[in-house]
């Protein structure tokens, strides 16, 4: 099942990110992209334990990826694919054409993802991540 996040699931959010990523958002960070009107934040549920959450910002016609992470054993099942489809169409819906998000150069199984969802590369960000590593920007029409 996949639903809107609210307040309550911020600490299984948090919990979720800090297993995934090495520089994760803090809870503080997931709590202030509630009180936004641009964030819409969506997660996945299988018999109530969290298996993976996604966040897009819409502003006008651009909406970005901001967030996107699956639980280890969920991996590799389409369970990403899923949440990223379900973002992108609620981007449609609040007007966005075009959608952009930001992988690291070493996260290969992520590139592929989105290069299988219809995202294409556009540059290189140069140490974009704390770590000093690059980012690749993707970007992907939604019309």
């Not at 298996?51 to 910002?57: A, H, R």
Request: aromatic share 10%.
């Amino acid at each position: 099942m996949i639903r809107p996040w609210t307040a309550g699931d911020l600490d299984a959010i948090a919990a979720l990110e800090a297993e995934c990523f090495s520089y994760p958002w803090s809870r503080r960070m997931l709590a202030e992209c509630l009180l936004s009107d641009r964030f819409f934040g969506l997660l996945e549920e299988e018999e109530g334990r969290l298996v993976g959450y996604g966040g897009v910002e819409v502003t006008f016609e651009i909406a970005e990826i901001q967030l996107i992470a699956v639980g280890e054993m969920y991996r590799r099942c389409g369970r990403g694919g899923e949440i990223l489809e379900e973002l992108l169409s609620l981007a449609r819906e609040k007007g966005a054409e075009k959608a952009f998000l930001e992988v690291r150069v070493s996260n290969a199984a992520a590139q592929i993802l989105y290069l299988k969802h219809g995202f294409r590369g556009l540059y290189c960000r140069t140490r974009y991540y704390p770590d000093g590593e690059d980012a690749i920007v993707m970007t992907k029409e939604l019309g």
